[in-house]
Structures are given as structure tokens and as C-alpha cells.
């Protein structure tokens, strides 16, 4: 069984990620930056799927992380959050056959959107 790899620099906000998808029977990992998503993406053993806040802070977005795990796992599930970017910046800067979702986001959609790109 493996895990859903979650990005996000707000504690908060990854901590409710998390007990949603584990309520779901789904095992999480957080991360809260972009370094620490490079570092453990090659290491772990399976991702089932990615929820990744586009803005992390410094360094670069929740889009570079997403195409850099997608060149390790092709068909990898992907559902982006963003409080800031806007819906065309995901349409210019996703990868293809993802999600996104804007904050503040009801958890049941996020589990939707993800549960629906697993079974795809």
C-alpha cells in the first residue's frame, strides 16, 4: 500500500488534508516545502497520488513539483490548492489530467477529486 504525498507549507491546512483522506482509509505524508518534495518523491516506495498548494513560500511552485513527480510516476494523480493563484494559471502550468482546487475548499471535494483520479 502506498501513501498520498501532500505539499503544503500551512500545518493547518496539511494536518485537515491529512485526517480527511485518512477518514477515507487513505495514508498520508506531509511535506511543507517544495525541498522536502524533491528530496522524498525518488524515495518513497509508492505515491498513490499528489495534493500540492501551488504557492510554498520561497522557492518554486506546486506546478514544478507536480511536473518533477510526474517524470518519476507518469500517471501520478495530482490535485492542486491555491488560496492565491487563479484558475488560469493552473490551466497554463498544470500538468494534464489534474485537479484544482481553491481555497478555502470543502474537505468532501477534495476527497471527490482525489478518489476520482485514483480510479481513473
Not at 63 to 68: G, P, S
Not at 109 to 117: A, H, M, S, V
Amino acid at each position: 500500500m502506498g501513501c498520498v504525498l501532500v505539499v503544503e507549507d500551512d500545518h493547518a491546512i496539511c494536518a485537515l488534508i491529512s485526517d480527511v483522506l485518512g477518514d477515507a482509509g487513505l495514508e498520508t505524508l506531509c511535506v511543507a516545502s517544495d525541498r522536502d518534495a524533491y528530496d522524498i518523491i525518488p524515495k518513497l516506495p509508492v505515491v498513490l497520488g499528489l495534493v500540492v498548494d501551488v504557492n510554498l513560500g520561497a522557492g518554486t511552485t506546486g506546478f514544478d513539483v507536480a511536473r518533477f513527480a510526474r517524470q518519476i510516476i507518469p500517471d501520478l494523480p495530482v490535485v492542486y490548492v491555491s488560496g492565491e493563484a487563479p484558475l488560469a494559471s493552473f490551466r497554463a502550468f498544470g500538468v494534464p489530467e489534474s485537479d484544482f482546487l481553491e481555497k478555502p475548499f470543502a474537505p468532501g471535494e477534495l476527497l471527490e477529486k482525489l478518489q476520482t483520479r485514483l480510479a481513473a
